[in-house]
């Protein structure tokens, strides 16, 4: 079983940056990808990023929702302990629930790949 924390929503006015991170438990992923999704009030879940380590190596692909490229980007660390996602240039339209989680299915934007979540962490954009 693997518990994904995730770290560093908040309040930020609209062009205002923020860092979120994901924790597995305090060790490695041992998936093959961790991806964000988020889910604003009366909307389904969606897809905001995405990283897939490639084979046993530490280098990885990232994919990311058109509505975020740009001025999000998702990375991880060598240690595979923390992935972040840092968001830059922030829309109230970003306003939502942002969720951490790990799988090893494809496409990596699909939640459906993913078999473990986090929490969640709140992120608001004021206008």
């Known amino acids: 079983q693997v518990q994904l924390v995730e770290s560093g929503g908040g309040l930020v006015q609209a062009g205002g940056s923020l860092r979120l991170s994901c924790a597995a438990s305090?060790?490695?992923?041992?998936?093959?990808?961790v991806g964000w999704f988020r889910q604003a009030p009366g909307k389904e879940r969606e897809f905001v990023a995405a990283i897939r380590w490639i084979g046993g190596t530490r280098s990885y692909t990232t994919s990311y929702a058109n509505s975020v490229k740009g001025r999000f980007t998702i990375s991880t660390d060598a240690g595979k302990i923390m992935v972040h996602l840092q968001m830059n240039s922030l829309k109230p339209e970003d306003t939502a629930v942002y969720y951490c989680a790990a799988g090893s299915g494809l496409p990596i934007s699909s939640d459906s790949s993913y078999a473990y979540w986090g929490q969640g962490t709140q992120v608001t954009v004021s206008s």
């Open positions: 305090g060790r490695a992923f041992n998936t093959d990808s």
